[in-house]
């Protein structure tokens, strides 16, 4: 079975800092995605990046990038001059290129963001 | 395009009653899936409608159900309620499963 850990419950980062969230997974398969999730206070869950394991071009959106390590199973989340609006749960998740959309959520890192 | 909708926002019961949560996903998408998110536990798939028919399950006990209709609304069932179901309940959808997820607000269950 696949899992997915986040080793770091609790994470802070001064406003227009970088900050970088780390991820580790386990699975047999060679074909996979990986995804970080977003969740404010609002509750809703929102897609902040999307990495195919088949390509080694680290994925980026805006002010977010990971480093995908595939050897080492590794996916860390960065987030660029961070904005009071980051402050959230973040979740790291892996799906199968298998299973539909099942994913397997590692249990979250809650990102503080200081003015 | 309006996102993922979950009816009711929040809902309160007692052990031993059954409940059902109501989930219209975005148009146009046909993959329905379900999570329950707990602090203990975390997020859980419970299961993924798709076409009307379930693709996938969780490991979740029969108290656990789901049925997804032609227009791709779907619905979660759980029977016999327990103290240990409370929990936030997020549905997402996709346009055929394999794609992005978009996440509705969940509906929060308490069970008393």
């Known amino acids: 079975a696949q899992t997915v850990t986040q080793s770091q419950p609790e994470m802070s980062v001064q406003e227009a800092e970088t900050v970088t969230l780390s991820c580790t997974y386990d699975?047999?398969?060679?074909?996979?995605?990986l995804f970080w999730y977003k969740q404010p206070p609002s509750r809703q869950m929102i897609l902040v990046i999307r990495q195919e394991a088949y390509k080694q071009q680290n994925a980026t959106e805006n002010r977010f990038s990971v480093n995908f390590q595939k050897a080492a199973k590794s996916f860390s989340l960065k987030i660029s001059d961070s904005q009071l609006g980051d402050a959230a749960m973040y979740f790291c998740a892996y799906r199968s290129a298998s299973s539909g959309d099942k994913l397997t959520f590692g249990t979250g890192t809650r990102l503080a963001v200081r003015p | 395009k309006a996102g993922v909708t979950q009816t009711p926002r929040y809902l309160i019961k007692t052990r031993g009653q059954q409940v059902t949560l109501s989930c219209s996903p975005i148009s146009g998408h046909r993959s329905v899936s379900w999570y329950q998110q707990t602090p203990g536990q975390g997020l859980q798939f419970l299961f993924e409608y798709f076409s009307e028919t379930q693709r996938n399950k969780g490991n979740f006990p029969g108290r656990f159900s789901g049925r997804q209709f032609s227009n791709s609304r779907s619905e979660m069932n759980v029977s016999t309620l327990e103290l240990g179901d409370s929990a936030l309940y997020l549905c997402?959808?996709?346009?055929?499963?394999?794609?992005?997820?978009?996440f509705g607000s969940g509906t929060q269950l308490s069970v008393l």
């Open positions: 699975t047999s398969e060679s074909d996979y995605y």
């Open positions: 997402a959808s996709s346009e055929a499963g394999y794609e992005k997820l978009f």
